[in-house]
C-alpha cells in the first residue's frame, strides 16, 4: 500500500488543522493505520492509531483529547483533526500501515506515507 500524507501548515496555537492520507491499493480495509509525528532533533513518536474496521482508537496521552484519528474505508482515507493546537505540536506528521491488530509503536508499521509540515506558532 501506497501512502501520502496531506494537510499540514502554519497555524496559530490553539487552532486547528485537519490531516488527511490517502491509500492507494485494494486492500485498504485489511490495515490498521496510525499516525506519527517527529519533532526536529527528536525520535519519531506515536500520535494515534484505529484499527481496521474503525471502531477503536487509540492515542498518545499528549494528544488525548485534542486529536481524532478517523478512515473512510470506501475512499481509502484515513484523518487526523487535531484541535487546540500548541507549539510542541509542530513536526513533520506522517501515516502509517500495518497488516493485521492495529499497534502503537513506530516499528510495528511496515508502510509509510510522506510527511507533511505542521508548525504551530506562538
Known amino acids: 500500500v501506497q501512502l501520502q500524507a496531506f494537510g499540514g501548515g502554519l497555524v496559530q496555537a490553539g487552532g486547528s488543522l485537519r490531516l488527511s492520507c490517502s491509500a492507494s491499493g485494494r486492500t485498504f480495509s485489511t490495515y490498521a493505520m496510525g499516525w506519527f509525528r517527529q519533532a526536529p532533533g527528536k525520535e519519531r513518536e506515536f500520535v494515534a492509531a484505529i484499527n481496521r474496521s474503525g471502531g477503536s482508537t487509540y492515542y498518545a496521552d499528549s494528544v488525548k483529547g485534542r486529536f481524532t484519528i478517523s478512515r473512510d474505508n470506501a475512499k481509502k482515507m484515513v484523518y487526523l483533526q487535531m484541535n487546540s493546537l500548541k507549539p510542541e505540536d509542530t513536526a513533520v506528521y506522517y501515516c502509517?500501515?500495518?497488516?493485521?491488530?492495529?499497534?502503537?509503536?513506530?516499528?510495528?508499521?511496515?508502510?509509510w506515507g510522506r510527511g507533511t509540515l505542521v508548525t504551530v506558532s506562538q
Open positions: 502509517a500501515a500495518r497488516g493485521g491488530t492495529v499497534y502503537t509503536d513506530t516499528f510495528s508499521y511496515d508502510y
